[in-house]
């Protein structure tokens, strides 16, 4: 039963489909797995206790003849930065402990109804604010390849899980590289969709112009199922786009039975092929390359010179939107309330409740961005660094222009130590060095595994970006590499050390 804790999505949906399983059996076996290894991950801050009910209700669903959709029955696990109206969703954050929402996210009441089973609720750095998982207040999460490093951020709780093996499919949320680059340094697929491509009605915001919820997976296929089913228009969220989204699941099977990617221009972005990344993570990216080559694909060098200024630019958007969606956290309405000692007026319960409820880098954060929008500042600051955005928007343009999609390492270095950079906060943003101008021009991007670094023998990420509402695209070349990339290096989640 341990076995069919390896298996993709795509095969056990087949083997649930033909009945040569059960959903009972893969969930039992997915929460075995949580039981026997999560005390070392800490991938998890909740377990469902309704995760074999739900699984025995798809069985007697599939019994009586009813038609399911393709991933009814498999396992899921979810961002804690989702509601769920059954498990508690406290965005890794004290100041929402044990909060039961009284409604689901959109992304999770649609898994539900497609027969998708929650297994649990994954940690997360606090309201999604790091790059490791190391600010998460309940502890950090630790990466199934060495459990010294960090599993990245601020999903690292649900890339973990995906690669430790106790879950097939993950859900995430992108604000500025939150799937893509723990997708790099776990080994897993995750996807950033294009911006209001999936609802964020019921994701906790961090920063409302950027943030994107997105699948987390071990292959391109499995994303592009899961992705099938939370995406499409929404109705509660004024930036849910209308659009008629084609199926994504099948784009992934027409490239991975591509045999030549002839035609397909490939733009490496010159600003994110920096001679200051980490040496293995710049050679895989090289030779991956080749192998795009190699299947006809053309490489064409672009330039996106504002890209440069996307790290800056996003740390004044980000704090600003966050100092706005984090101020519902005042004691009164919902969440933690601290009293001070003889009680005390609003204000200072208020205050008290966020000195206590908040960490430190959620105040950091939440203090830089009011400081962007105080009078005086506003135009100097927020309205200086969305005019940046709107250049780097303008360069992604104009490298479309000369290319089908745009490439890029997923992350500059492979996983560090934990608390290597925990007090460096400019170190720690420059890992989403990449991914950042995906989420400040809304266009969408993936990260997939493109073999270990010869020097520690940790996964490396490779990114594909795509303009905006071609999502597809981007899952069609993505499964074509990974299947180049797989014929090179083999399935390398098979060779993570630590969890063996």
């Known amino acids: 039963m341990t076995e069919l804790t390896r298996l993709p999505a795509a095969e056990l949906s087949d083997l649930l489909a033909e009945r040569e399983v059960s959903s009972v059996e893969v969930v039992r076996a997915h929460l075995d797995r949580i039981a026997a290894v999560d005390g070392a991950v800490h991938a998890f801050l909740h377990v469902s206790d309704a995760a074999l009910a739900a699984a025995a209700a798809v069985d007697a669903a599939r019994g009586d003849g009813a038609a399911l959709g393709p991933l009814a029955g498999v396992p899921v696990a979810i961002k804690d930065v989702l509601c769920t109206h059954d498990m508690p969703s406290t965005a890794g954050s004290r100041i929402l402990e044990g909060w039961v929402p009284p409604y689901d996210a959109t992304p ?16 997360m750095d606090e309201f999604a604010m790091g790059s490791s998982t190391e600010h998460s207040a309940y502890g950090p999460t630790r990466n199934p390849w060495d459990l010294d490093r960090i599993p990245g951020g601020s999903g690292g709780g649900s890339a973990a899980a ?59 296929l499995d994303a592009a199922l899961l992705h099938d089913v939370i995406g499409g228009h929404d109705p509660k969220d004024s930036t849910s786009l209308p659009d008629a989204w084609p199926s994504f699941a099948d784009a992934a099977r027409e490239g991975a039975g591509a045999d030549s990617l002839r035609g397909v221009r490939i733009g490496v972005v010159r600003e994110l092929d920096s001679a200051g990344f980490q040496a293995g993570v710049t050679q895989r ?51 933690l309330r601290v009293t001070p000692p003889g009680g005390g007026t609003v204000e200072q319960v208020m205050a008290a409740t966020r000195e206590l ?28 660094a969305q005019q940046v955005r709107t250049l780097i928007q303008r360069d992604f343009a104009a490298a479309f222009a000369q290319a089908d999609v745009l490439v890029s390492p997923a992350a500059p270095t492979t996983a560090f130590r934990i608390g290597e950079k925990v007090d460096d906060p ?75």
């Open 108 to 123: 999770v009441a649609r898994m539900r109804a497609a027969g998708l089973v929650p297994l649990g609720k994954t940690n």
């Open 357 to 384: 409820g908040f960490g430190p880098e959620v105040k950091r954060r939440v203090i830089l961005g009011t400081y962007a929008l105080s009078a005086g500042y506003y135009d100097a600051y927020y309205g200086s």
């Open 426 to 500: 400019l170190a720690m943003y420059l890992n989403d060095v990449t991914t950042i101008p995906a989420n400040l021009a809304g266009v969408p991007g993936m990260a997939l595994p493109m073999g270990l670094a010869p020097e520690d023998g940790l996964p490396t990420g490779f990114q594909l970006m795509a303009p905006a509402r071609e999502d597809a695209r981007l899952y069609r070349i993505g499964a074509t590499l990974e299947r180049l990339l797989g014929e090179r290096h083999g399935a390398i989640l098979d060779r993570a050390p630590a969890l063996a």
């Open 162 to 220: 995906v690669a430790a093996l106790e879950a097939p499919l993950a859900l995430g949320s992108d604000t500025g590289g939150s799937i893509r680059q723990p997708g790099a340094v776990t080994g897993t697929v995750g996807v950033k969709p294009t911006y209001g491509g999936v609802s964020r009605y019921g994701a906790i915001a961090l920063a409302s112009s950027l943030d994107q919820v997105g699948p987390v997976a071990r292959t391109v």
């Open 285 to 335: 990216f090289h030779e991956a390359l080749e192998l795009l080559v190699a299947a006809g694909a053309e490489i064409v060098e672009v330039s996106a010179p504002h890209f440069e200024y996307a790290v800056a630019a996003y740390y004044v958007i980000l704090p600003a939107e966050a100092s706005s969606n984090l101020a519902k956290f005042d004691s009164v309405r919902f969440g």
